[in-house]
T-cell receptor, first 113, second 113 residues
């Protein structure tokens, strides 16, 4: 398996609280991504990074922010969690922009109550 | 993921061939992918095809691409119970600093012994 780990793997939080999910890689890949997976929607891109301190929005970025202060870590923050953000979150890494060798983490199941 | 469409469910018997279909919308997509997701796990890249190819074969997997109809299919020969999973097709769209993967909603493949 590619060296990509997500933490935590499971989290239950209350509406209105801040939450940070961490993605850590040991592959030194340039590109990192955060997706959410919901029934009937497949995976949808939240934010991505194309280098240290270089990030951009995906298709469902509202309510989320990210940071990448070093190559190996990509953090996803929900500033004030809402029930609509209950989902499974996946981090992915890729060596190139074409995603021909993209690897996914095991996912974080987040429940907002 | 609404722009990439897949049927939701496919059931086959062990030893038969499985064919999972996908239609996409962006004719400029350079790569098209097939991912496999087992229960509780992240996505595993199975194979991909470059847009100027019609077919790609990799052991038991055959990918067919019809660019005119924007149709992609994945054939699994001699399907095994271990192939039971959700299969996602994805297209790679050139957007900004990286290509973004747009996923279909996934096809649940159930293999009956």
């Amino acid at each position: 398996d590619a060296g990509i780990t997500q933490s935590p793997r499971h989290k239950v939080t209350e509406t209105g609280t801040p939450v940070t999910l961490r993605c850590h890689q040991t592959e030194n890949h340039r590109y990192m991504y955060w997706y959410r997976q919901d029934p009937g929607h497949g995976l949808r891109l939240i934010h991505y990074s194309y280098g240290v301190k270089d990030t951009d929005k995906g298709e469902v970025s509202d309510g989320y922010s990210v940071s990448r202060s070093k190559t190996e870590d990509f953090l996803l923050t929900l500033e004030s969690a809402t029930s609509s953000q209950t989902s499974v979150y996946f981090c992915a890494i890729s060596v190139d922009r074409e995603n021909t060798e993209a690897f996914f983490g095991q996912g974080t199941r987040l429940t907002v109550v | 993921g609404e722009d990439v469409e897949q049927s939701l469910f496919l059931s086959v018997r062990e030893g038969d061939s499985s064919v999972i279909n996908c239609t996409y919308t962006d004719s400029s997509s350079t790569y098209l992918y097939w991912y496999k997701q087992e229960p509780g796990a992240g996505l595993q890249l199975l194979t991909y095809i470059f847009s100027n190819m019609d077919m790609k074969q990799d052991q038991r997997l055959t990918v067919l691409l019809n660019k005119k109809d924007k149709h992609l299919s994945l054939r699994i020969a001699d399907t095994q119970t271990g192939d039971s999973a959700i299969y996602f097709c994805a297209e790679s769209r050139n957007r900004g600093a990286t290509n973004k993967l747009i996923f279909g909603t996934g096809t649940l493949l159930a293999v009956q012994p």
